[in-house]
């Protein structure tokens, strides 16, 4: 795990115990975010915080296509802080991985599709895209971290002996995870060696 850049701060496993501990003290003001050192710490700083439920189940019926013109929008710093939100949250974190991926994929065949071109229009349409690979390789570290944090949680809970596998979407993110776990230990593993 990389050292932790604020070594003076509380340290918390979950948002969740973050959160508790600032209502504790007096100051639900404060929000919550994952280190770099697999911690949570509280802040007084503006961070993601939390999605509207609302938001959260409008965006997991959206078709393919709405969502990914929102990845697009939040790659190019145009979305919501509520949409930045919910993209982040357990529910849609990873629909949002895969259509980030989609949308590499396809932004990597345009850019090779257009390599004998060299006019101005297709110099600034290519200048575009290399900046949104850019913002989306930023994006895949912190959904790394962010689904480290998941699998944490998850794995509290059961620590807990609270029954985490009772609700479908429960079994579902957990579904998800083993289902990913060599790339899961893959993006692990980079961060890792990345510090
Ligand atoms: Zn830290």
């Known amino acids: 795990m990389p050292q932790c850049p604020e070594e003076k701060k509380r340290k918390f496993t979950s948002r969740e115990q973050a959160m508790l501990a600032a209502g504790e003290s007096g100051r639900p003001d404060l929000n919550s975010y994952l280190c770099v050192c697999g911690w949570w710490h509280l802040t007084k700083k503006n961070s993601v915080g939390r999605a509207s439920e609302q938001l959260v189940q409008t965006l997991r019926a959206a078709s393919e296509k ?18 930045a939100a919910a993209l982040r949250s357990d529910d849609l974190l990873w629909r949002w991985k895969q259509a980030l991926s989609t949308l590499l994929v396809e932004s990597q065949q345009q850019l090779n599709a257009t390599l ?10 290519r200048k575009r895209r290399q900046r949104w690979v850019q913002q989306a390789a930023a994006r895949r570290k912190e959904m790394s971290l962010l689904l480290r944090s998941l699998q944490i949680r998850r794995a509290e809970e059961r620590r807990a002996g609270k029954d985490a596998r009772v609700t479908p979407r429960n079994r579902a993110i957990d579904r998800l995870i083993n289902a990913h776990q060599d790339e899961f230990d893959r993006l692990l593993k980079e961060e890792e060696g990345a510090e």
């Open 116 to 125: 004998d071109r060299d006019d101005s229009f297709t110099r600034e349409w």
């Open 66 to 83: 709405e969502f990914a013109s929102l990845v697009l929008a939040e790659l190019e710093g145009k979305a919501t802080p509520d949409e």
